[in-house]
């Protein structure tokens, strides 16, 4: 796995992704920080300052992950339709899984940064905070990579891309009363509303609120599962002569 991981990581290595892994989010947290220095946004309370930082933050993971995704897939497309992924082992499924874990940890370098980064910048006291709101971002984001993933392969970057923008205008919606009761049935909306939700329960301590990451525990976490499990599934029987759009 190691060596498909290092693989991975050459192939990325002269294109935009690794930088946008450090632009994205230092251009994010400097923006919003601006964003409160200067705005009304300061005289708000802390925990709606922050949960608003991590809420808008998971809102954007959507649309950043179709274009990430999609620049991977169309690499593997122009190298001998995805040849050199399916060579690289002699297990589909460990080839899938570097894919994603790859992908994965580009993720989490981001969320990490932009917490790191938010916490230096506003209030290092709630760092602990910070940083369960973003591993939240990261979690909640599982689902919305695997889907990706599988669908830039199957019908391409364009209508992953596509997706990713309806995806986060929905996240978005779902920051107000419209996703209130039904965000943990919509994939798209997890980061946003997980980290949110939770922040709001550090501060406040609602029993509600724990009753909602309830809930999605149970529903989210099994759709991780059966997504992963499916995608993988697929992958290990595709006939990739087949492959062609």
Same mark, same amino acid.
């Given at each position: ?7 991975? @990581? ?32 300061k005289?708000?309370?802390?925990t ?7 809420a ?8 950043v %992950? ?12 122009? #190298?001998?339709?995805?040849q ?10 460990? %080839?899938?899984?570097?894919?994603l874990i790859?992908?994965?940890?580009g ?6 940064? #932009? ?7 506003f209030?290092?006291?709630? !760092?602990?905070i @910070?940083?369960l709101?973003?591993?939240?971002i ?10 990706h993933l599988?669908?830039t ?17 929905? #996240? ?23 980290? #949110?939700?939770f ?5 406040t ?14 529903i ?6 059966? !997504? ?18």
């Amino acid at each position: 796995m190691i060596k498909i991981l290092k693989s991975e @990581f050459y192939k990325i290595k002269h294109t935009w992704i690794p930088s946008a892994h450090f632009i994205i989010p230092i251009a994010y947290a400097i923006l919003f920080y601006g964003a409160y220095r200067t705005t009304g946004l300061k005289n708000f309370e802390d925990t709606d300052i922050i949960q608003n930082y991590f809420a808008l933050l998971g809102a954007v993971i959507p649309i950043v %992950a179709s274009l990430i995704i999609s620049k991977e897939v169309d690499m593997e497309i122009s #190298a001998g339709n995805f040849q050199v992924l399916l060579f690289e082992t002699k297990s589909r499924g460990k %080839a899938y899984i570097g894919k994603l874990i790859s992908l994965l940890i580009g993720l989490l370098f981001s969320t990490t940064l #932009a917490t790191i980064l938010f916490g230096l910048l506003f209030r290092r006291e709630y !760092i602990g905070i @910070f940083f369960l709101g973003g591993l939240l971002i990261f979690i909640g984001s599982l689902f919305i990579y695997i889907m990706h993933l599988w669908m830039t392969i199957i019908v391409g970057g364009g209508a992953s891309i596509g997706l990713g923008f309806m995806e986060t205008l929905i #996240a978005l919606l779902s920051l107000t009363r419209l996703g209130d009761n039904i965000w943990y049935f919509i994939p798209c909306t997890w980061p946003s509303r997980l980290s #949110a939700t939770f922040i709001v329960g550090s501060f406040t301590y609602n029993s509600f609120i724990y009753d909602e990451l309830t809930k999605w525990a149970y529903i989210g976490i099994t759709c991780i599962v059966v !997504i992963f499990i499916g995608s993988l599934i697929w992958f290990s029987k595709w006939d990739v002569k087949s492959f062609a759009y």
